[in-house]
């Protein structure tokens, strides 16, 4: 069974920096691109940064200069790190992957969220 685990969120001060991860476990043949999204309360969930099997990235405005999305392929992992966070940062975020599991057909994963919080 194919798993995808956030970590690192948490509570920081406007201007401060905090890294997530997400994690892929199971049985998985290959990972093909990974993405970040983030739910804000009372609003739609938006799309925060993508990046491809070889590490192209895209990233929403709101974030670009900011944000950079990393992935280290032999662990199966995706890591956002987030600079200069501001209030309107503050959100869950969801991590998703492209994953092609062991004798089975690619499949869009989500994760079950890390709460990030950004305020003094």
């Known amino acids: 069974q194919v798993q995808l685990v956030e970590s690192g969120g948490g509570l920081v001060q406007p201007g401060g920096s905090l890294r997530l991860s997400c994690a892929a476990s199971g049985s998985i043949f290959s990972i093909n691109s990974m993405g970040w999204y983030r739910q804000a309360p009372g609003k739609q969930r938006e799309f925060v940064a993508r990046i491809t099997t070889g590490g192209s990235t895209n990233y929403a405005d709101s974030v670009k200069d900011r944000f950079t999305f990393s992935r280290d392929n032999a662990k199966n992992t995706g890591y956002l790190q987030m600079n200069s966070l501001k209030p309107e940062d503050t959100a869950v975020y969801y991590c998703?992957?492209?994953?092609?599991?062991?004798?089975?057909?690619?499949?869009?994963?989500w994760g079950q969220g890390t709460q990030v919080t950004v305020s003094s």
């Open positions: 998703t992957a492209q994953i092609v599991p062991v004798a089975d057909t690619m499949r869009f994963y």
